[in-house]
Structure formats: structure tokens, C-alpha cells
Nanobody
């Protein structure tokens, strides 16, 4: 089973940028479906972006055009580049992975079996 560890969170002002990193160990991430999720206090977990084993990417409508998911298989690392950040992006961000996710569920957290511990992103106005 893959182990995941996120980093790169922090505090930025509206319009700023951050790049989140998820370091994986264990299974090769090239063979895994991977995703980024977030959860704000008092809100349900939300799928943000995902990438499948063919390199296809998927985004929540709320982040399309602002966030970019990518991965470096050789470095066993998943990234989330976040630009034009808004206060509503404030949340704990988690990366997740699983061997197979049906396409309709790539942004559904319940489908993923491996999770990191999260990294906090705070965007101030």
C-alpha cells in the first residue's frame, strides 16, 4: 500500500499562489489514480483535482483554470499548483490514491483507500 505525505501549505493573500506536494512511497504512483481533496471547518470534504493512470486530469468547477494537478513518476510526487487563490480555498488539503477509481468517481473521496495527513492552506482577503 502506498504511503502519502503532503507539504507546501501555508498562508497567502487573495490572488497568491501555492504549490502543494504529495510525496509517495511504496507503490509506483504511475500505477495509481491520485487526487487532491480539501475540507474546510464545518464543511464536507470536497474533491479538487484528480489524475488517472493515463494522465488524464479532472477538476472541480470551483478550481478550473486556477489549479493544476501534475505528477512526476520518477520522483514519486504529486503536485497541485494553485494560482489566483481565494479565501474560499481555505481548507486542509489531502492527497489520496488508489489502484483503480471509476471515472465517474475520480473526485469522490470515498473511492480512495490511501490518504495523507493533510496540509493547511489559508487564504486571507
Amino acid at each position: 500500500q502506498v504511503q502519502l505525505m503532503e507539504s507546501g501549505g501555508g498562508s497567502v493573500q487573495t490572488g497568491g499562489s501555492l504549490r502543494l506536494t504529495c510525496a509517495a512511497s511504496g507503490d509506483s504512483i504511475g500505477s495509481l489514480h491520485m487526487g487532491w481533496f480539501r475540507q474546510a471547518p464545518g464543511k464536507e470534504r470536497e474533491g479538487v483535482a484528480a489524475i488517472d493512470t493515463n494522465g488524464r486530469t479532472f477538476y472541480a468547477d470551483s478550481v478550473k483554470g486556477r489549479f493544476t494537478i501534475s505528477q512526476d513518476n520518477a520522483k514519486m510526487t504529486l503536485y497541485l499548483q494553485m494560482n489566483s487563490l481565494k479565501p474560499e480555498d481555505t481548507a486542509m488539503y489531502y492527497c489520496a490514491a488508489d489502484a483503480w477509481i471509476p471515472r465517474w468517481a475520480v473526485l469522490e473521496g470515498t473511492q480512495y483507500g490511501s490518504w495523507g495527513q493533510g496540509t493547511q492552506v489559508t487564504v486571507s482577503s
